[in-house]
């Protein structure tokens, strides 16, 4: 079965500085895809970046990038210039595509801190 | 473009009781998943809807149920509650997964 950890249950950084968010996963599978999903007060899961096994090249979108290493099966999240409303649950997530329709693995999540 | 909205927001139900959360994707998203949100377990994936049919199920008793209508929509249900069914129940919909799911606010469920 996969399994996803997050072994950082919580991090703190400080405004305008930059924070990085540690992920490891374990899967028998070739193909697959990663996520990381935000969580603030509100509940609403917001998706903050995805990253397809196949693809070498690391996902970025503005402030945030990944660290996507395959052979040692790491998907780290670096968050720039930190601003206080990053603050928030984050969870690395897991599809192994095909049919695992729907099903995203988790992991236990890192609360991020925002210091002003 | 309306997100995905779940109803009710906070639920209280006694033991023994039944609860049905309702979940409404975002407008062409067919794939709708549910989720278990719980302090102690995390998130765990309850099943997954698409085009009314369950396509995928994950490691729960069959106490816990749900549908999908024509438009989409989403109902699940659970049957004689326990007070470990309280939790914080998300839906999210796709129009393929492997694109990202959109989750809603969930539903706060507190059985006592």
């Known amino acids: 079965a996969q399994t996803v950890t997050q072994s950082q249950p919580e991090m703190s950084v400080q405004e305008a500085e930059t924070v990085t968010l540690s992920c490891t996963y374990d899967?028998?599978?070739?193909?697959?895809?990663l996520f990381w999903y935000k969580q603030p007060p509100s509940r609403q899961m917001i998706l903050v970046i995805r990253?397809?096994?196949?693809?070498?090249q690391n996902a970025t979108e503005n402030r945030f990038s990944v660290n996507f290493q395959k052979a040692a099966k790491s998907f780290s999240l670096k968050i720039s210039d930190s601003q206080l409303g990053d603050a928030a649950m984050y969870f690395c997530?897991?599809?192994?595509?095909?049919?695992?329709?729907?099903?995203?693995?988790f992991g236990q999540g890192t609360i991020l801190t925002v210091h002003p | 473009k309306a997100g995905v909205t779940q109803t009710p927001r906070y639920l209280i139900k006694t033991r023994g009781q039944q609860v049905t959360l309702s979940c409404s994707p975002i407008?062409?998203?067919?794939?709708v998943s549910w989720y278990q949100q719980t302090p102690g377990q995390g998130l765990q994936f309850l099943f997954e809807?698409?085009?009314?049919?369950?396509?995928n199920k994950g490691n729960f008793p069959g106490r816990f149920s749900g549908r999908q209508f024509s438009n989409s929509r989403s109902e699940m249900n659970v049957s004689t509650l326990e007070l470990g069914d309280s939790a914080l129940y998300l839906c999210?919909?796709?129009?393929?997964?492997?694109?990202?799911?959109?989750f809603g606010s969930g539903t706060r469920l507190t059985v006592v």
């Open positions: 999210a919909s796709s129009t393929t997964g492997i694109y990202g799911y959109t």
């Open positions: 899967t028998s599978e070739s193909d697959y895809y």
């Open positions: 990253q397809e096994a196949y693809k070498q």
């Open positions: 997530a897991y599809n192994a595509g095909g049919t695992s329709y729907g099903k995203l693995t």
């Open positions: 407008s062409g998203h067919r794939s």
């Open positions: 809807y698409f085009s009314e049919t369950q396509r």
